[in-house]
């Protein structure tokens, strides 16, 4: 069982950036940078949860979708099994809670079904 834990979300003005934090544990591999890619999506109140940004697991290819192009960075830090989404040029629409996911597999795509495990969430909220 892989547990996941998101931080830094919190309040920022439109324009302002923030940066994502997911750190993950446990599980039965003992390597979950080579073994698990991880993505980020998120979920605004009356909408369904979105795909927002994926990287693979051991080189981290990253893969965006196009509401992030451009504007945020996912990038994984293989000592710390950690990964981060930095966000810049941040608008009210991006306001949503943003969870991490792992799915066990070098690469995984936008859809939540391939991913395994989820972490609890962070909220972001973009001021105009």
């Known amino acids: 069982q892989v547990q996941l834990v998101e931080s830094g979300g919190g309040l920022v003005q439109a324009g302002g950036s923030l940066r994502l934090s997911c750190v993950a544990s446990?599980?039965?591999?003992?390597?979950?940078?080579?073994?698990?890619?991880t993505g980020w999506f998120r979920e605004a109140p009356g909408k369904e949860r979105e795909f927002v940004a994926t990287?693979?697991?051991?080189?981290?290819?990253?893969y965006y979708a196009d509401a992030a192009k451009g504007r945020f960075t996912i990038s994984r830090d293989n000592a710390k099994n950690t990964v981060y989404l930095q966000m810049n040029s941040l608008k009210p629409e991006d306001t949503a809670v943003y969870y991490c996911?792992?799915?066990?597999?070098?690469?995984?795509?936008?859809?939540?079904?391939?991913?395994?495990?989820w972490g609890q969430g962070t909220q972001v909220t973009v001021s105009s």
């Open positions: 996911a792992a799915g066990r597999a070098v690469i995984v795509g936008n859809h939540r079904n391939e991913y395994d495990y």
């Open positions: 446990g599980g039965t591999s003992t390597n979950y940078a080579e073994d698990y890619a």
């Open positions: 990287i693979s697991a051991s080189v981290g290819s990253p």
